[in-house]
């Protein structure tokens, strides 16, 4: 059985060993101490903004992460790239280990945060995905999400990556 929790203080460790075996499987590069520290301080990064952070585990063991930030429309993000257009809040840190894949982790989890999201009020979510990850882009859009346009991430790769948008006042994503 899935079971998706609030992260809380100590789980740094947990959200790094599936974010980086995530990373690791696609031979990405690992940054601390830039692209991925917040991770290393969830409090900072996330909670001390009225963000989340959750963590997906079966039988106990961490197997999925996402997050969600909340922010004023026509704002840009803390590395200065744009946010889309209309966008309220994003969703974050969205990964899967391969283990876990093709068990409904991914949809619960997106599920989860649309459902947070709506409850505080949310009108539209932008979500930046990597290129690679054809799996996760066919979830958004299969939960309404439509693609807006490309971009390079401000990770070490420069990564190129598609930009959705998902309305949350419509029901698409609660099914």
Not at 35 to 48: P, R
Not at 103 to 108: H, I
Request: hydrophobic share 40%; aromatic share 12%.
């Amino acid at each position: 059985m899935i079971y998706i929790r609030e992260a809380r203080r100590g789980d740094e460790a947990a959200v790094i060993q599936v974010i980086k075996a995530v990373y690791d499987e696609f031979g990405f590069p690992w940054d601390p101490d830039d692209y991925h520290a917040d991770l290393y301080d969830l409090e900072a990064h996330y909670w001390s903004h009225g963000d989340a952070f959750y963590l997906a585990e079966i039988d106990g063991i961490p197997v999925g992460t996402v997050a969600w930030e909340a922010f004023e429309p026509g704002t840009t993000t803390a590395s200065g790239l744009a946010r889309a257009p209309g966008c309220d809040c994003s969703i974050e840190r969205m990964y899967v280990i391969e283990s876990a894949r093709k068990l409904g982790v991914g949809s619960a989890m997106f599920q989860h945060v649309v459902s947070d999201l709506k409850r505080r009020g949310h009108q539209q979510m932008e979500i930046w995905s990597d290129k690679e990850f054809d799996a996760a882009h066919r979830l958004y859009q299969r939960f309404g999400a439509r693609i807006i346009g490309e971009r390079l991430c401000d990770d070490a790769n420069q990564s190129p990556e598609w930009g959705l948008v998902l309305d949350l006042t419509v029901n698409s994503a609660d099914a």
